[in-house]
C-alpha cells in the first residue's frame, strides 16, 4: 500500500493538514443547522451510508451504476445524497433542471473545484482544467478544429485505423480459429488499441504502435481507473492546492504515501514531457509537409489568433493531453459496448452488414455522408450510447444561490457552493422521454425519426447529439462529439462487414471507473473474481 520511503517530518505535515481539514469541516457541519436550516432538507433522497463519506461511497464504486440509475427511479428526478461530514448534494436528472442548469443559466454552474484542480496538477492548463473566460478563450479555438470540414479530410485516416485493426484480427483468427471458423478475441482490449491509434493519428499524427507498451500508452489507460480509485482522497485536492507556492504542493505530493497517488504523479510526468516533444515535433512537420492533423490546426489557428485570444504553450499542451484522454477511454467504452450489443443481437448485426454490403463499402471508402446515411448503424450507435452512456455521471458546483425548477411546477432553492450530480445515464432512461420501454435496448426506436419517440414530446433533454445526455450540452459539452461518430462508424463498418461476431459463455459485467468498461467473472483458486476483458467469439464472414 505505501510505496515511498518517508521521512517522518513530511509524513507528519501531510497528516497534520489534512486533520486541520477534516476538523474544519466537522465543525462547519456540526455548526451550520444552528444558523441556517438548509432549504435541501425536504428533497427526498437515502440515507447516508456512513457519517464520514455519506453515500460517495455508493456513488464512487465500480459496482455503484445500480445506485445512480435506483437514484433517479426511486426518488425522482432530484434526489439528495449526502457527501463528507453529511454535506448535501443533489443527484440530478430531470429535464427542465438540467435545461436550467446547463443551457438557460450556465454561468452559475461550473465544474467542481475537485475536478478542475486534480486535472490541472495531471493535465495542465487545458480544457478540463479551466473555468470561466479562461475555459471560454480555449473553447473559441479548440471547437472550430473539430469542424465538419476538418473532420471530413480526416476520414482516410480513420479508414486506415480501421483497416489495420481488421487485418490484424484476420491474422489472429486464422492462426487460432477452432472448427468452426470462431476464435475467442478480448474485444475490449482491440477496441481500446484501435481506439488510442486513431486518436493518436488523428490529432498527432503520431502512432502509439498499439502492440508496444510505451510507457505513454500505459499512462493514458491506466489513468482513468487509477484516479477513480482515488475519488475520495481527491475531494481534498481544492483545499490541498492553496497550500503554497507549486513547488511546495509537488513536494506535498512526493511525500504522500498512497501508491497511487504516486501512480497517477509518474504518469502525469510521463503524459507532460510526451506530450511537450510531440507538440514540438508538431510544429516542425507542419511547417514542412503542411500537415492536417488536428494539433497542426490547432497550432495554426493559435499562430493568426489575436494576442488576446492566443493560447500559452502550457495551455496548448495542455489541450493535446486532454484531446486525447477526451477521446481514448470513452470511444473504446462506446465501441466495447457497442459489439456486445451487436454479439447478443446478431439479427440486428446481420441488418447492418446487409446495408454496408448494399453500398459497395466492402471494395472502398464511404464518404461521411454515405456512413451517416446507414439507418441500421446510426440507430444502433444512439441506442447503445441512449442505454448505456459511457460516461455515465458528471458533476457541477452551484457558483451562486439560484433557483431550479423541476417536475410539473416545482422548483428548489439551491445554495451557493453546493455540489450536484448530472444523472447522465438516468436522463437516458427517463420513460417520460423515452417511452414505457426505455429501459430496453430498441435500435428500432431511431428508425423512422422522431415521430418514433414514445415519450412526452413537451419535455426535452438539453444534450447536443440525439437529445440525450451521453455527451451533455451547453457550455462544457463534448467538443469531440462528431469525431467520435465518424471514428466508432468506420470501426464497426470495417468490422461488421468482415467478421460475424457473437458472444461466448462468459459472465459479462459493466463496471464503473468514471467511464464504463467491460469484465468477466471468473473462478480463481476456487474463489469468484473479476477480470477484465471482453472476451467474444469472431470469425471471418463467409
Ligand atoms: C463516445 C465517445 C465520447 C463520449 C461519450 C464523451 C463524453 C463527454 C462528456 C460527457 C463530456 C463532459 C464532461 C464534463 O462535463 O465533465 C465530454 C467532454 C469533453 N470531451 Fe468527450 N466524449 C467522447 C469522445 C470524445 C472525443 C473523441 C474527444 C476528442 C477527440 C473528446 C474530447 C472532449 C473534451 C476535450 C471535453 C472537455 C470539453 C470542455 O470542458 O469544454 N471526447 N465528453
Not at 443551457?103 to 452559475?108: G, H, R, S
Request: glycine residues 6%; aromatic residues 10%.
Amino acid at each position: 500500500m505505501f510505496s515511498l520511503p518517508l521521512s517522518l517530518p513530511s509524513q507528519r505535515a501531510v497528516f497534520d493538514i489534512l486533520a486541520c481539514y477534516v476538523l474544519f469541516r466537522v465543525l462547519k457541519w456540526s455548526v451550520k443547522p444552528w444558523y441556517s436550516p438548509s432549504p435541501l432538507r425536504h428533497i427526498p433522497g437515502p440515507a447516508p451510508e456512513s457519517w464520514f463519506k455519506g453515500n460517495l461511497g455508493q456513488l464512487f464504486n465500480a459496482k455503484g451504476l445500480p445506485f445512480h440509475l435506483g437514484l433517479g427511479e426511486i426518488y425522482g428526478g432530484i434526489a439528495k445524497v449526502h457527501g463528507f461530514f453529511g454535506d448535501e448534494q443533489l443527484y440530478i436528472s430531470d429535464p427542465k433542471a438540467l435545461q436550467e442548469i446547463l443551457i438557460k443559466n450556465p454561468d452559475a454552474w461550473e465544474e467542481t473545484e475537485v475536478f478542475i484542480e486534480t486535472n490541472r496538477i495531471i493535465f495542465g492548463p487545458g480544457l478540463v482544467a479551466t473555468t470561466g473566460d479562461v475555459h471560454k478563450r480555449q473553447r473559441k479555438l479548440v471547437n472550430p478544429v473539430f469542424s465538419p470540414t476538418n473532420l471530413r479530410n480526416l476520414v482516410p485516416v480513420f479508414y486506415n485505423v480501421a483497416e489495420r485493426l481488421t487485418d490484424v484480427l484476420m491474422r489472429e483468427i486464422r492462426s487460432r480459429a477452432g472448427v468452426d471458423g470462431f476464435s475467442v478475441l478480448d474485444m475490449s482490449e482491440w477496441m481500446s488499441r484501435a481506439a488510442l491509434e486513431t486518436v493518436g493519428k488523428t490529432v498527432l499524427g503520431y502512432s502509439f504502435d498499439p502492440l508496444d507498451s510505451h510507457a505513454y500508452t500505459n499512462a493514458i489507460r491506466e489513468l482513468i481507473p487509477t484516479l477513480f480509485s482515488l475519488s475520495l482522497v481527491r475531494q481534498f485536492a481544492p483545499f490541498l492546492v492553496q497550500l503554497g507556492p507549486a513547488w511546495m504542493r509537488r513536494k506535498f505530493v512526493d511525500w504522500t504515501p498512497h501508491w497511487a497517488v504516486q501512480k497517477v504523479k509518474n504518469m502525469s510526468d510521463v503524459m507532460h514531457n510526451t506530450a511537450v516533444n510531440i507538440l514540438a515535433d508538431a510544429r516542425v512537420s507542419m511547417r514542412r509537409q503542411n500537415e492536417k492533423t488536428l494539433i497542426s490546426l490547432l497550432l495554426s489557428a493559435n499562430d493568426t489568433a489575436g494576442r488576446n485570444e492566443r493560447l500559452s504553450e502550457a495551455e496548448l499542451t495542455g489541450q493535446l493531453t486532454v484531446m486525447i484522454f477526451g477521446a481514448q477511454d470513452t470511444s473504446s467504452s462506446a465501441l466495447s459496448r457497442l459489439v456486445y450489443q451487436l454479439s447478443i443481437r446478431p439479427d440486428i448485426q446481420a441488418k447492418i452488414r446487409e446495408e454496408i454490403r448494399a453500398t459497395g463499402a466492402t471494395d472502398r471508402h464511404l464518404t461521411v455522408e454515405e456512413i451517416f446515411a446507414l439507418p441500421w448503424l446510426d440507430a444502433v450507435l444512439r441506442e447503445t450510447l441512449r442505454l448505456y452512456p459511457p460516461v455515465p455521471f458528471v458533476r457541477r458546483t452551484a457558483l451562486q444561490e439560484c433557483t431550479i425548477p423541476f417536475g410539473h411546477d416545482s422548483s428548489v432553492r439551491i445554495p451557493q457552493g453546493t455540489i450536484i450530480f448530472l444523472g447522465i445515464a438516468g436522463a437516458n432512461r427517463l420513460p417520460s422521454v423515452w417511452g414505457p420501454d426505455a429501459k430496453e435496448w430498441k435500435p428500432e426506436r431511431w428508425l423512422g425519426g422522431d415521430m418514433h419517440r414514445k415519450g412526452d414530446y413537451s419535455v426535452r433533454l438539453p444534450g447536443i447529439y440525439a437529445g440525450m445526455m451521453s455527451f451533455l450540452g451547453g457550455k462544457r459539452s463534448c467538443i469531440g462529439y462528431r469525431f467520435a461518430q465518424i471514428e466508432i462508424k468506420i470501426l464497426l463498418i470495417s468490422l461488421i462487414s468482415r467478421f460475424e461476431i457473437l458472444p461466448t459463455e462468459d459472465d459479462v459485467v459493466w463496471n464503473l471507473s468514471q467511464i464504463i468498461s467491460p469484465s468477466v467473472r471468473i473462478m480463481k483458486e476456487g474463489v469468484e473474481a473479476e477480470e477484465k476483458g471482453l472476451p467474444l467469439r469472431v470469425k471471418l464472414v463467409d
